[in-house]
């Protein structure tokens, strides 16, 4: 074996320029493949965490029906019993009670559909980070009366700044049209420029005194220690409280959950179709490299090496070639992958196209080490695969060659 | 006892459109310790029987014995191991591995043997001693001559200890002095080690040296004939 793998591996460097071009290939090849990969990831991960931690949470409670019809009047029953369940949950980091309808935002020039959502601050603060998001003015914990924030979409559209008023017009809970003037605090700027033209907040306190006479919300937001224990958590509260509807945030948004099958996926997929256009490269340098050495490869069998000999040295060589290549191409992926995750990439050009789709101009590229085993997994397959035409090409050799003229 | 015998060997090519007839009916016998040159001209079967004898090729016809052994019906796994054991190289372009330094193409063959590295390391400094290129062991193929490289395809033959050497057109490609140089060392280990050299050659030169002359035309042993040279006189 000793043998095989020093004759393959001097076979490869006969020609140092002709591997060093297929092994550059595979290097960067590689390392733009797996570095694809994380970034693809990242994007993946900083639309989860964005949308769990500005507003999704990981599990949410609502009327069975909300979700479906949007009306005031679908509010959540049994509230003080399911906040109190929540409270003595150990699972549970945070929570937040929201009172939320969809209306019509009118302005003096032009008129828009929104949710409108009653926020509690102090427990909203505690759940999510929304409140980051103020691009403008302040948050709903001014002083401002009536008080509500808008998106910057929303805003200009509009042609309306801090200090406006705006009119906002929904049903309440008693199937009444009711409106409301509010002044503009703030305004806000979140990754989705769809979801800051459909939304505005308000503080909850003033929502509900409008909405009727009792307190009412239409969703508890929670925040658990483990994104992972979202599933139980959920589980357990529908069979406590048998007349809500209590989701995970990958049922509540199943765009997100798809996300991350997806992410699973891309690396397959993008370390295949490198791999593929790599194979051939292997292929071609490899049937070269045959080609030249018919007479030679004649030779050996002639003398007496065995055919499984022959395939194992042919098979070697790709082999050698390319691990060596995947091997420094991953190592240079890796270090590109640990310094981008701590200082990130700044895509600052596409900033307003990613905005657009709801992404952060700066990525944090990420790959789980099941990830790094797909992708070698992947490799070392593709490899082997491209590496058998050749050897089998090999063996097939007649030992007559050996004593062929020219 | 022969070494070698064949038994009515005969070759087509292309039976089915335009038959070659290669070789025809061809039996003979090579004895241990023979130093015996095939000639002939282009075309008159001397390769292809020594393809047939040194089991690359399978006749259309007849039996090849190699100590007693058929090996033209031998499967080919058998018959490369068969290769191995009992017969030694040595090529018209000499076919050395160009990668592995002279000492390691000696030893390959030894390592396909699964010899003893010690021995291995040993039988390939006193082969390649033998063939006069001690100092040069550690040398690549490109870095050698014509006539060197052949030396070393010789000290490769040899190495694997076969029962006797095929030798297709040795000195083909070598100049006076080179191709005198090789048969010096071949004639030396026949004489000294009794080792078997069977060339196929249209080369004057060997065939002057050559105790035993086979002349092939058409396929077909035309003469075959005894040379009373000075060393066979010796001998």
């Known amino acids: 074996m000793k043998t095989l793998f020093t004759i393959s591996w001097r076979n490869i460097w006969r020609h140092p320029a002709r591997s060093s071009v297929l092994l550059a290939a595979i290097i960067v090849g590689l390392w733009a493949g797996v570095v694809t990969v994380g ?50 949950d150990d699972r549970v980091t945070s929570f937040t009670s929201r009172t939320i309808t969809d209306g019509m935002l009118q302005s003096p020039i032009k008129t828009s559909g929104v949710r409108i959502r009653g926020i509690n601050i102090d427990s909203e603060i505690r759940t999510t980070n ?56 703030g305004i806000f700027k979140s990754a989705s420029v769809d979801y800051d033209e459909r939304n ?32 139980p958590v959920v589980e357990e509260l529908n069979e406590a409280f048998p007349g809500i509807h209590a989701q995970t945030w990958r049922q509540l948004s199943p765009e997100l959950s798809m996300l991350v099958e997806l992410g699973g996926y891309m690396v397959i997929l993008i370390t295949m179709i490198i791999m593929i256009a790599l194979a051939f490269g292997i292929l071609n340098t490899m049937l070269m490299a045959l080609f030249e050495r018919m007479r030679e490869i004649g030779m050996l069998l002639s003398i007496g090496m065995s055919r499984l000999r022959v395939f194992s040295m042919i098979m070697l060589e790709s082999i050698i070639l390319t691990i060596t290549g995947a091997a420094v191409g991953i190592i240079l992926a890796t270090l590109s992958i640990n310094y981008f995750s701590d200082t990130g990439i700044n895509l600052e050009m596409f900033a307003e196209g990613a905005a657009q789709v709801g992404w952060d101009h700066i990525i944090y590229p ?32 007649n030992p007559l060659e050996a004593a062929k003229d020219g | 006892m022969a070494i070698v015998r064949t038994e009515k060997l005969s070759k087509v090519y292309n039976p089915d459109t335009v038959p070659v007839h290669a070789l025809r009916d061809v039996s003979i016998e090579i004895n241990e310790g023979e130093f015996t040159a095939v000639r002939g001209p282009s075309g008159s079967g001397k390769t292809t029987l020594l393809n047939m004898i040194g089991g690359l090729d399978k006749p259309t016809s007849g039996n090849v014995f190699i100590n007693g052994q058929e090996i033209s019906k031998m499967k080919d796994s058998k018959r490369i191991d068969f290769r191995l054991q009992n017969i030694g190289f040595v090529f018209q372009h000499y076919n050395l591995i160009p990668v592995f330094t002279a000492r390691e193409n000696v030893s390959f063959i030894m390592l396909l043997q699964k010899r003893n590295k010690k021995e291995i390391q040993q039988r390939a400094d006193e082969l390649l001693e033998q063939v006069g290129l001690g100092e040069r062991k550690d040398a690549r193929p490109v870095q050698l001559s014509g006539g060197q490289q052949q030396r070393v395809a010789v000290a490769r033959a040899l190495a694997s200890e076969p029962k006797f050497i095929l030798a297709d057109e040795p000195t083909a490609n070598l100049d006076t002095e080179s191709a005198m140089n090789l048969l010096d060392i071949m004639e030396k280990m026949n004489h000294e080690q009794n080792v ?16 035993r002359v086979i002349t092939m035309v058409d396929g077909a042993i035309h003469k075959d004939e005894i040379q009373h040279t000075d060393e066979k006189q010796d001998a």
């Open chain 1, 39 to 88: 970034i693809i990831n990242g994007l993946m991960q900083q639309r989860i965490d964005y949308m769990i931690e500005s507003e999704i949470t990981h599990a949410q409670v609502h009327n069975p029906d909300f979700l479906a019809e949007g009306y005031s009047w679908l509010y959540i029953p049994d509230h003080d019993e399911i906040t109190a369940w929540l409270e003595n």
């Open chain 1, 130 to 185: 929304f409140h980051e998001n103020i691009v403008e003015g302040e948050y709903l914990d001014s002083d401002i009366r009536n008080a509500v924030i808008i998106g910057q979409k929303l805003a200009n559209d509009h042609n309306v700044e801090v200090g406006n008023r705006i009119v906002l017009t929904f049903e309440d809970t008693g199937n009444e049209l009711t409106s409301g003037s509010f002044n503009i605090a």
């Open chain 1, 200 to 231: 505005v907040f308000i503080r909850s306190d003033e929502f509900i005194a409008l909405l009727g006479d009792e307190e009412v919300y239409h969703e508890i937001g929670i925040m658990l220690a483990d994104e992972e224990l979202a599933g």
């Open chain 1, 366 to 397: 990420i790959l789980s080490s099941t990830e790094y085993i797909i992708i070698l997994a992947v490799v070392v397959i593709i490899t082997l695969l491209a590496s058998v035409y050749p050897a089998i090409k090999g063996i097939r050799i």
């Open chain 2, 196 to 211: 078997t050299f069977v060339f196929s050659t249209h080369d004057q030169r060997v065939i002057d040296r050559a105790r």
